[in-house]
């Protein structure tokens, strides 16, 4: 096999198509936001389904001048530390439909998705299975799988300094490690269950990348480089979602109570003043064991 096999299957993947609901999410957020390129699916909900007890998590990859419409303060933020965050709801047939749409600009896409990119945060996210909901154009189309493909191929090389025997350890090693590169609130179990819900895909994209013998640079010195500067980078990237996320605190409480059973009282004040309230929400969760 060849690397452009990996190509194709993502393409392929992509180009699966999304459930009506995960359509409907996507139509909303493009009545919403300015500049929408392309519109991905993928997490928990691909896996599982959207209901109305979940929230469905989105990319919307934006025109890379769209930024400019905002204000000087959300510009600086969403370029230095993307994604910038909505929170959207639309009427499903069974009820209301609520997703997390996160925006960056194509741009930001390819390059974060790539080795040049040291953190996990995106190319871990964008080497599992993704739906392309919607399009421009076939160019972009082709931009995205690449994007995929690398962030693949990055996943590899970073989290292990050489190949593993089985396709199971390849990716349940992998997601403990990026995992670990995080705040999460997911139990010790979630890689091994992301990897036997596609386990076929998973297990063929591990045989594409051993006949294509990729270079593998996932030294220890570089994972606890990236552990560190992780956990410190979702710190402040918690701090700016919870000032410029609309309803993110409530999101986070919710989230943190759905993946560990921990529960979050959001007070009034908390609302108010987000930022201040922060330091104290987490270090009450982690105590808790909401922080893995």
Request: glycine share 6%.
């Amino acid at each position: 096999m060849k690397v452009a096999d990996l190509t194709e299957l993502i393409i392929d993947e992509l180009s699966r198509p999304a459930e009506i609901n995960a359509t409907s999410l996507v139509k909303s957020a493009r009545d919403r936001v300015i500049g929408v390129k392309a519109a991905l699916f993928y997490g928990s909900c691909l896996r599982d389904g959207i209901t109305t007890n979940s929230i469905a998590d989105l990319y919307l990859l934006i025109e890379d001048d769209a930024s400019k419409k905002e204000n000087w303060l959300i510009r600086i933020l969403n370029r230095v530390l993307p994604p910038s965050v909505i929170y959207l709801e639309c009427d499903g047939p069974d009820g209301k439909l609520r997703a997390k749409a996160a925006i960056i600009t194509v741009g930001q896409f390819i390059q974060l998705t790539s080795e040049r990119t040291f953190h996990s945060y995106f190319w871990a996210r964008f080497a599992q299975p993704i739906r392309l909901v919607w399009a421009e154009n076939e160019h972009l189309i082709i931009q995205i799988a690449e994007a995929c493909k690398s962030a693949v191929l990055t996943f590899a090389s970073e989290t292990h300094l050489y190949p593993p025997a089985k396709s199971e350890v390849f990716w349940t090693e992998g997601f403990k490690h990026t995992y670990a590169s995080e705040l999460r609130s997911e139990g010790p179990d979630r890689p091994l269950q992301i990897y036997l819900a596609d386990q076929n895909r998973y297990d063929l994209i591990f045989d594409i990348l051993n006949s294509n013998r990729p270079i593998f640079r996932g030294t220890h010195y570089r994972k606890i480089r990236r552990q560190i500067f992780g956990k410190l980078l979702s710190v402040v990237r918690l701090l700016k979602g919870m000032s410029t996320f609309e309803g993110g605190l409530d999101y986070i409480a919710w989230k943190i109570n759905r993946h560990s059973g921990v529960k979050v009282a959001i007070k009034p004040w908390h609302r108010r003043w987000p930022l201040i309230a922060a330091p104290g929400l987490a270090w009450s969760v982690w105590r808790r064991g909401g922080f893995k």
